[in-house]
């Protein structure tokens, strides 16, 4: 049977055909995907096995049953409540929740413990675009629609590595591209990224140079007279300030050229139908607000809003990025969009609730919820569908925050994760394709999660734990729900309840959903009203929710660049992997793409700090951060700037997470992090000895450096560390891997290599290189012999055999296809991307490794004009 679902991870929210066996398809009626999928939402099949799930509640270690669970969290949250009152508790909260859930966790923590104590991991996500929607247009609203990225003629991307994060929506803009070429894009990024590729334009802009930018786009607009005055005099306010406040610019923050500028303001200035799409690296910074509002200024100030083909468009990261902030999961609103500093919206929501408290002021964001923990002002925390202790900047004084509190729950789908391990109680939540609800994407379409394999072991959806929490703690009667659609009704109801103070956000139509109706979803976009149209855009006939029914501009001075020591650290995402890799992580073909942490560095810095290829660098912050990642030396970084990728925990890199080294500042507006602009040093680690191991069982190295990943047969490992190089035996202890049987032995005199070999009724469970320099063996070789009756002595080798066809890295994750084959395509003839697929299936499915494709293509494909 074929359920009809959404994929868990990115924001753009793609519909999939999902059968209980693993098979996945994109929907094809799915208004966002159209049955496209990238290779994260393709690989979903790979990642549902059991392996390594929490399938049990655990009290200390011990697995338990529900009922000794749930009251011992019920207990200890009424004690601190009692006795230290409602604020020495908290709850940290995810954009992963379903809707539901995180209507239930928002309703007990603000409606009956009567603390704002929840956040969610949005405050590293979403909050500055949150915050300045809100400065704008008065609520929290994206006013455009995909179809908007069809009908554009100027695509600007700012800060946004669409190509990877958002792939769905860049194979929807490569297509329009490809029929319509006068559609252009423009990338704005410090870096080069594959995103870039697709541009005709990329400006490789200074870290943070945003506001400058905007600002002079404005200034120029205003000059060239292409301010929409009818719009501006009708709908908006602080117009003029804000234009006479950006005249000021000091456009030289930019780190453009005159030339360059100049480009993009003429393209912007007249291409009426211009879409505006920003991510991380616009939210995530000291300035991150501001971005926003000057991104909407030129907007505002043009009237290019909410009309097809025009707008900004903030994508959401997570699946229910949009739903947390409909539901009021961050720690400073209300259910509904309404605001908690407002005594008539609190009376709303507490009347509609009827329950005993409501809180009255903003409760602790992310960063300050933690420093809270490591103060010891909280007595109680409780974790859902996040890994703070990875995600978290300054991750190693997170871990020890939590680490502080006298009582944590996790609630999670994996026995061990990062944060999990410091939990006093772990509680086993139902994950994708087990559990039933709603989420919605970056255009405000909600759709339905369809569970279609069994609740595995002990584990019960999100918003049953919370509910059996609550009826513990004595609030049985607003928690009876018996169905996520029973949820979901009363949600819809609280909207209509909440219509009279006139927000955006409006499903009261959606008040009286039957449990068919529900079960038969269809995707979609809000508003859904009592009476009156359905989805579509905001704001194009000029009606914003300021108290005056106007939007409002607003004078934005550009930030100081930023003062900081040593390297700017840049931080972002892999293609193939999702977050802190506890789901992609378990798949084949995704670990195959990037299977190291790195840190891109550029080739001038690198012949300053001594790198060679492949040295492992360390990056530091004060005398105890540090971590260690392998160096890609590339031109796509500018000097003095460092660009690393978050994924990796210390599950899977002995040397620890990413934000261990990264301590930065918030945007004071959003309360949210600037994980874009740390400051770190760095230095090449000087490694005496390197390992490689490819194993049948799973690793778990505790060396100095590590990188774990999948591979089809097993798991492999690269290793590295400081000292006399271990003996074999060591090794394979630190990588608490057992491989049975008697190793066979070779040792390169010359190049001082050692390899082992271990095989069990002919077959080879595992294969270990150690040298005192970087191992130079054909991985791909040495992963496939795993499970293969291939004479240990020719495996370690290390080479491909003369039969053997060695594919190389994967370039294309969904046909599996490697970096040899597509080369030797490549040779053979194949000269467009089209070519190389047809002759080696590269590219064929998902498109996300097409840009990376085109690079290998020669000659190069097309010169931007920053290059
Ligand atoms: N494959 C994959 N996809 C994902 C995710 C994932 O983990 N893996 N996570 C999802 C989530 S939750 C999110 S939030 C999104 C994030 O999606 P994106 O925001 O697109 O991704 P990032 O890689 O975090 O950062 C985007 C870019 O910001 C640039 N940048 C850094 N500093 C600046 C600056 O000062 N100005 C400008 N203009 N640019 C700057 C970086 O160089 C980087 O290329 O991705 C979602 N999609
Ligand atoms: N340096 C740096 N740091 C960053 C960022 C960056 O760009 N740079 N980006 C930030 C951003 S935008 C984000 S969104 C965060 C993401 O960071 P996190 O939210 O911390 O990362 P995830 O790995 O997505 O964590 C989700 C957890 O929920 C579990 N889980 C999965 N499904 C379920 C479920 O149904 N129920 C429950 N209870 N648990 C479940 C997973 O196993 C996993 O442990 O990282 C942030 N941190
Ligand atoms: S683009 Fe990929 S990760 Fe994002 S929702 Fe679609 S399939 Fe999932
Ligand atoms: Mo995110």
């Known amino acids: 049977m074929t359920t009809c679902t959404t994929c ?183 870096r080069r990224t594959v995103t870039s590729d697709l541009a005709d334009l990329h400006l490789p802009i200074d870290a943070d140079g945003d506001v400058a930018l905007f600002n002079g786009l404005l200034a120029h607009l205003a000059l060239t007279g292409r301010i929409d005055d009818a719009f501006v005099d009708a709908h908006v306010d602080g117009a003029q300030a804000a234009i006479a406040q950006a005249a000021d610019t000091d456009l030289r923050a930019t780190g453009l050229s005159v030339d360059l500028l100049h480009q993009f303001y003429a393209m912007w200035a007249g291409t009426e139908k211009v879409v505006t799409i920003y991510s991380q690296g616009v939210n995530q910074s000291t300035s991150g607000t501001d971005k926003v509002n000057a991104i909407l200024n030129c907007h505002l100030a043009t009237g290019r809003i909410g009309r097809p083909g025009m707008g900004p468009f903030s994508v959401t990261g997570q ?265 992609t992580g378990k798949s084949q073909r995704l670990g195959s793409h990037l299977a190291e942490p790195y840190v891109e560095i550029h080739p001038d810095d690198a012949q300053s700090l001594g790198l060679d290829v492949a040295d492992i660098v360390e990056l530091r912050k004060g005398d105890t951060d540090h971590t260690l990642a392998r160096a890609l030396v590339t031109t796509h970084v500018a000097p003095g700037t460092l660009f690393a990728p978050i994924h990796w925990t210390r599950q899977r890199n002995g040397s620890g997470p990413i934000n261990a080294v990264a301590h930065v500042g918030v945007d004071p507006v959003s309360g949210q992090p600037a994980l874009k602009g740390g400051h770190v040093t760095a230095r090449r680690y000087a490694a005496t000895w390197y390992g490689f191991v490819a194993s049948a069982v799973p690793l778990a190295p505790q060396c100095a450096y590590s990188a774990v990943s999948r591979t089809e047969i097993g798991w492999r490992a690269e290793l590295a560390g400081q000292g006399t190089m271990p003996s074999p035996e060591d090794l394979m202890q630190h990588v608490a891997a057992e491989l049975p049987g008697a190793p066979s032995m070779l040792d390169d005199v010359e190049t001082g290599i050692r390899r082992m070999a271990w095989s069990v009724d002919g077959r080879i469970t595992g294969l270990l290189f150690l040298a005192p320099a970087p191992v130079a063996v054909s991985r791909v070789t040495a992963i496939s012999a795993i499970g293969t009756d291939v004479a240990p002595l020719d495996a370690l080798a290390g080479r491909a055999r003369a039969t053997a066809d060695d594919p190389g890295a994967t370039v294309c994750a969904c046909m599996g296809v490697g970096l040899n084959h597509v080369l030797r395509a490549v040779q053979e003839g194949a000269s467009t991307v089209e070519a190389i697929g047809c002759a080696t299936t590269a590219g064929t499915n998902c498109g996300a490794c097409r840009p990376e494709l085109a690079r290998l293509l020669p000659p190069p494909v097309k010169t931007l004009a920053a290059e």
Request: glycine share 10%; hydrophobic share 40%.
């Open 8 to 190: 868990p991870y990115c924001g753009v929210g793609c519909g999939i055909l999902a059968d209980a066996d693993g098979t996945i398809k994109g929907d094809p009626d799915h208004p966002a995907n159209y049955g496209r999928l990238c290779s994260k939402g393709a690989a979903l099949g790979e990642t549902i096995d059991l392996d390594g799930r929490l399938l049990a509640p655990r009290v200390h270690g011990a697995d338990t049953d529900w009922d000794t669970a749930i009251e011992m969290v019920a207990d200890k949250f009424s004690a601190a409540i009692r006795d230290h009152g409602p604020d020495s508790v908290a709850f940290y909260v995810s954009g992963q929740l379903l809707t539901e859930d995180y209507y239930v966790a928002n309703k007990l923590m603000k409606g009956y413990i009567g603390s704002a104590n929840i956040d969610t991991n949005s405050r590293l996500c979403m909050a500055s675009s949150v915050a300045g929607h809100k400065r704008a247009f008065g609520t929290d609203t994206v006013p455009g629609t995909y179809e908007d990225l069809e009908h554009a003629d100027l695509i600007v991307l700012v800060g946004s590595n669409l190509a990877w994060c958002h792939p769905v929506l860049h194979q929807r803009i490569a297509a329009a591209k490809a029929q319509r070429p006068s559609l252009r894009v423009v990338n704005i990024d410090p």
């Open 319 to 583: 699946p229910n990025a949009m739903g947390g902030r409909e539901v009021g999961g961050l720690a400073n609103m209300l259910a509904n969009h309404l605001d908690i500093e407002n005594p008539e919206h609190r009376d709303t929501v507490q009347g509609f609730w009827n329950s005993p408290t409501i809180c009255t002021q903003a409760g602790l964001k992310a960063v300050d919820l933690f420093d809270a923990c490591a103060a010891g002002r909280i007595k109680a925390l409780w974790i859902m569908s996040t890994n703070p202790a990875v995600s978290l900047p300054d991750a190693g004084r997170v871990a020890e925050a939590i680490a502080n509190v006298p009582f944590t729950v996790v609630s999670d789908i994996m026995a061990h994760t990062d944060t999990g391990d410091l939990a006093d109680v772990l509680l086993p939540a139902t994950g994708w394709g087990e559990k039933d609800g709603t989420v919605t994407n970056s255009e405000r379409r909600m759709s339905r999660q369809r569970a279609f394999l069994p609740a595995p072991g002990m584990a019960r959806p999100d918003w049953r734990i919370i509910c059996d929490v609550a009826a513990a703690m004595g609030w049985a009667d607003g928690f009876n729900f018996d169905s996520p659609a029973a949820v979901f009704r009363e949600y819809a109801r609280l909207s209509q309840a909440a219509a009279p103070h006139g927000r955006d956000f409006d499903i009261s139509g959606l008040r009286d959903v039957s449990d068919a109706d529900y079960a038969n979803w269809r995707p979609m976009q809000w508003p859904v009203p009592s009476d009156g149209e359905q989805g579509g855009r905001f704001f194009a006939d000029g009606a914003f929710f300021h108290p005056n029914g106007k939007a409002r501009m607003l004078p934005l001075t550009a930030p100081q660049t930023s003062a900081g020591t040593g390297f700017r650290l840049n931080t972002g995402r892999n293609r193939d992997q999702w977050h802190t890799m506890t789901r």
